[in-house]
């Protein structure tokens, strides 16, 4: 029965062989007549055959859908860690570049300081006041010219030192 079985089988395998080379032999044969037929350099056109896969149903499998949840798991929390690492990383480099830049903005506000401080030495300077004002034709104030924002006058003469002690401060 076996032997029988061996016969059937061989003779089955050889009846495919010979199907496919005839398969192979009438598709040769096809192309080299297409190939005779064809007028200059035209492109082959070949058709596409569409297989309808839609009765086909994929049998469920528990352990791999367990290995591909705990996958995902993994993978999204190492992306998490990633995407942290990479959100503190670039804030820090922000966060230099923020600090250069006031760094910069006060050096360049002191050095602002500095001019302004000596520009206002140089306008306060009283030999400077003084040479604009005789340019102006301003002279000298006479006696009983300048009166004092308590409304005294002044004169020029000779003045003793006097001390005004606040009443606050007597009691």
């Known amino acids: 029965m076996e032997q029988a079985m061996a016969v059937v ?21 096809v192309f080299e007549q297409q190939r005779r ?48 690492y990479v959100w503190q990383h670039f804030s820090s480099i922000e966060m230099g570049y923020s600090i250069e830049s006031q760094k910069q903005q006060v050096e360049h506000l002191r050095e602002e300081n500095r001019q302004l401080r000596l520009t206002e030495a140089q306008l ?10 005789r340019q102006l034709g301003l002279d000298t104030p006479q006696p009983g010219q300048v009166v004092r924002p308590d409304g ?20």
């Open 9 to 29: 089988g061989m003779m089955a395998g050889r009846a495919q062989r010979e199907r496919a080379e005839s398969f192979r032999d009438h598709n040769r044969t």
């Open 124 to 133: 306060s300077d009283p030999d400077r006041i003084d040479k604009i004002a």
């Open 37 to 84: 037929a064809r007028r200059g350099p035209t492109p082959e056109i070949f058709f596409t055959k569409h297989i309808d896969n839609s009765r086909i149903v994929k049998a469920d499998d528990p352990v791999h859908r367990r290995e591909m949840r705990s996958f995902t798991i993994a993978m999204s929390l190492l992306f998490l860690l990633v995407m942290t």
């Open 152 to 171: 005294s006058f002044t004169n020029n003469g000779p003045v003793l030192a006097e001390s005004n002690v606040p009443s606050a401060v007597l009691q």
